[in-house]
């Protein structure tokens, strides 16, 4: 399974970026998909899942200002990021997590700055 992720860029504060994450292979719909983070001198951290039948679940820092969804034609996982802060600034990755697999992709750089 490969992933590439793609979407991140430079935004100013309070603005908004959709990443997408296009996966390989035939797990995409049977697998939770995820979204991590990791800034410079910072541990990689979780920041959205979305599980096969669609449920969600966000971490507080992001909750009400993410969205992650998932089109399981095209094999993407998306997140739509509102509101953006300077805190939000990193490098984000897509996971996807399968009993029979658990892949990363290379990660899309998000750089929040007026």
């Known amino acids: 399974v490969q992933l590439v992720e793609s979407g991140g860029g430079l935004v100013q504060p309070g603005g908004s970026l959709r990443l997408a994450c296009a996966a390989s292979?035939?797990?995409?719909?049977?697998?939770?998909m995820n979204w991590y983070r990791q800034a410079p001198g910072k541990q990689r951290e979780f920041v959205a899942g979305?599980?096969?039948?669609?449920?969600?679940n966000y971490a507080d820092s992001v909750q009400g200002r993410f969205t992650i969804s998932r089109d399981n034609a095209k094999n993407t996982v998306y997140l739509q990021m509102n509101s953006l802060k300077p805190e939000d600034a990193a490098v984000y990755y897509c996971?996807?997590?399968?009993?029979?697999?658990?892949?990363w992709g290379q990660g899309t750089q998000v750089t929040v700055s007026s």
């Open positions: 292979g035939s797990l995409f719909s049977m697998s939770t």
């Open positions: 996971n996807l997590d399968h009993v029979f697999a658990k892949n």
């Open positions: 979305i599980n096969r039948d669609g449920s969600t």
